[in-house]
Nanobody
Framework: QVQVVESGGGLVQAGGSLRLSCAASGRTFSGYAMGWFRQAPGKEREFVAAITWSGGYEYFADSVKGRFTISRDNAKNRVYLQMNSLKPEDTAVYYC???????????????WGQGTQVTVSS
C-alpha cells in the first residue's frame, strides 16, 4: 500500500514554470513506477509523465515532451514534475500516482493522490 500527497500547484503566467512534488509513504515506494496525470475541467484524466522505479526510463505525453521533466528520489520517497514553458492548456488538476503501468500507449495506476491545481494564465 502506498499513499501519495501532491504539493506545489498554483497560478502562473504562460511561459512560466512550476515544480510539483509528490510525497509517498509505504515501504514499497522504491519498487513502483511513479507518474503524473492531469484532468482539465470537462475532460477525462490523462497521462502526463511516468518514471520507472530505478529512474532509468521516463515516459511523457506528446503534449508535454520537451517542456516537462520527471524525477524521483527514492531515499526521500519523493517524485517531482518540473513544468517549464507552461501554456494555458496545461491548466488542470495534477495527480501523483503510484504503481503506474503501461499498456501500449495507455497508462494506468493503482494509487492516487488527491490532486493539486495548476492554473496557467494567458
Amino acid at each position: 500500500q502506498v499513499q501519495v500527497v501532491e504539493s506545489g500547484g498554483g497560478l502562473v503566467q504562460a511561459g512560466g514554470s512550476l515544480r510539483l512534488s509528490c510525497a509517498a509513504s509505504g515501504r514499497t515506494f522504491s519498487g513502483y513506477a511513479m507518474g503524473w496525470f492531469r484532468q482539465a475541467p470537462g475532460k477525462e484524466r490523462e497521462f502526463v509523465a511516468a518514471i520507472t522505479w530505478s529512474g532509468g526510463y521516463e515516459y511523457f505525453a506528446d503534449s508535454v515532451k520537451g517542456r516537462f521533466t520527471i524525477s524521483r528520489d527514492n531515499a526521500k520517497n519523493r517524485v517531482y514534475l518540473q513544468m517549464n514553458s507552461l501554456k494555458p492548456e496545461d491548466t488542470a488538476v495534477y495527480y501523483c500516482a503510484a504503481d503506474v503501468q503501461r499498456f501500449g500507449t495507455n497508462y494506468r495506476a493503482n494509487y492516487w493522490g488527491q490532486g493539486t491545481q495548476v492554473t496557467v494564465s494567458s
